[in-house]
């Protein structure tokens, strides 16, 4: 009764490789999710930016409490930016990781398709550390 052919029951099919559209697919993806961090990153260019010329008025017009609010402003655009920086390198870090792995579970189950998600994972994750 029993059938001497086997099936291969993964949703993954190991004939199908991840086409361009997929590829630019995910990288939208990179952008669409790295949008609270582009709204972070610019806040905070706008705070160094605000904040540098309330330094420069500040020191213009000989006033230090203006000028010491305009420096601290500027160091707090600094710093969110570069959270914003270090946010997307640790999402980029985990992605390649990740990628990695699959790539390796791809091999060892003999699945080409999972493999090539692994290895499309991985470059997304490479890409947004990239772009970053």
């Known amino acids: 009764m029993g059938s001497r052919h086997s099936f291969n029951i993964s949703p993954y099919h190991p004939y199908k490789i991840p086409s361009t559209w997929s590829?630019?697919?995910?990288?939208f993806q990179i952008k669409m999710t790295t949008g609270h961090?582009?709204?972070e990153r610019m806040g905070g260019m706008k705070d160094e930016a605000i904040g540098s010329i309330?330094?420069?008025v500040g020191h213009m017009t000989h006033n230090p409490v203006r000028e010491e609010a305009?420096?601290?402003q500027k160091l707090v655009g600094e710093a969110r930016q570069e959270v914003a920086k270090t946010h997307?390198?640790?999402k980029g870090a985990e992605e390649r990781a990740?990628?990695?792995a699959e790539q390796g579970v791809g091999v060892v189950a003999g699945d080409n398709h999972?493999?090539?998600d692994g290895k499309a994972t991985?470059?997304?994750g490479a890409a947004r550390q990239h772009l970053n």
């Open 88 to 90: 997307e390198n640790i």
């Open 122 to 124: 991985e470059m997304k």
């Open 114 to 116: 999972l493999k090539m």
């Open 70 to 72: 305009g420096h601290q």
């Open 23 to 27: 590829i630019s697919h995910q990288l």
């Open 54 to 56: 309330k330094e420069t």
């Open 37 to 39: 961090n582009i709204k």
């Open 98 to 100: 990740f990628g990695r």
